[in-house]
C-alpha cells in the first residue's frame, strides 16, 4: 500500500507532462527536395545556391555549368568544378589538376586520374575521359539504347575566361559499329 500514492503521483506527473505537449511545427512545403528549402510557403533555392529548375547546385569557385542537356544520353544538367588547374607539362603521367561534378542528387570531388588540362595558343583546353556520368557515376558506362553501352569522354576549349565550349564523344562502344555523334554543348561559368 505504501507504493500506491507513489504510483498515482508518478501517473498524474506523466499524464500532466504529455497533455502539455506542443504539436511540432508542420512546414507547409511538406518535404523539400534536392536541396531546396521552403521559402515563402514554396519549395526553392536559397541565395547561396543555383537554381537548376528542380534542384538547387552549391555555389562554388571555379564551377561552369552544363543546362542544355537534351538529347545527350545518360546526361542532365551538371556543374563542372575545376580546382588546382595546373597546365599539363610534357612528359607528365600523372594529372596535377582536379575537377568535381555536381548533379541532381550527387557530387563527386577531387577527381585527378582523368582530367587534364593543357595551354593552347588558340584557346586552353580540358580533357576528362572515361568521364562519370553525373547522375550515375560509376560504373561510366552509358545505356544509349538496350543494344548499346559507351563510355563518354568530355573534350572542351576556353572561349574566354568564363566559357568553354565543350563536346561528349563515345567511346568503349559495345556496338563499335554504331558510335553515336558527338554532342556539342556550352559550359558557363557561375557568377
Given amino acids: 500500500m505504501k507504493k500506491l500514492p507513489l504510483l498515482l503521483a508518478l501517473l498524474a506527473l506523466l499524464w500532466t507532462a504529455c497533455r502539455d505537449r506542443t504539436e511540432p511545427e508542420v512546414s507547409p512545403c511538406g518535404y523539400c527536395p534536392n536541396n ?4 515563402d510557403d514554396a519549395c526553392g533555392c536559397p541565395p547561396d545556391k543555383i537554381d537548376m529548375g528542380s534542384w538547387c547546385m552549391r555555389r562554388q569557385d571555379n564551377l561552369f555549368i552544363a543546362r542544355d542537356m537534351l538529347g545527350c544520353p545518360c546526361f542532365e544538367p551538371f556543374g563542372l568544378v575545376l580546382a588546382n588547374i595546373n597546365p599539363e607539362q610534357p612528359g607528365t ?16 570531388a577531387g577527381m585527378q586520374a ?3 588540362y593543357y595551354k593552347r595558343p588558340g584557346g586552353d583546353s580540358i580533357s576528362i575521359w572515361s568521364m562519370a556520368i553525373p547522375k550515375a557515376f560509376f560504373p561510366s558506362y552509358c545505356e544509349i539504347s538496350a543494344e548499346q553501352r559507351c563510355m563518354p569522354h568530355l573534350g572542351g576549349r576556353f572561349v574566354g575566361p568564363d566559357s568553354i565550349r565543350a563536346t561528349i564523344t563515345w567511346t568503349l562502344c559495345s556496338d563499335p559499329d554504331n558510335i553515336p555523334e558527338p554532342y556539342h554543348f556550352w559550359l558557363v561559368r557561375e557568377p
Fill in 36 to 39: 531546396t528549402v521552403c521559402m
Fill in 93 to 108: 603521367v600523372i594529372s596535377t589538376s582536379l575537377y568535381g561534378i555536381e548533379a541532381r542528387e550527387t557530387y563527386n
Fill in 114 to 116: 582523368n582530367f587534364a
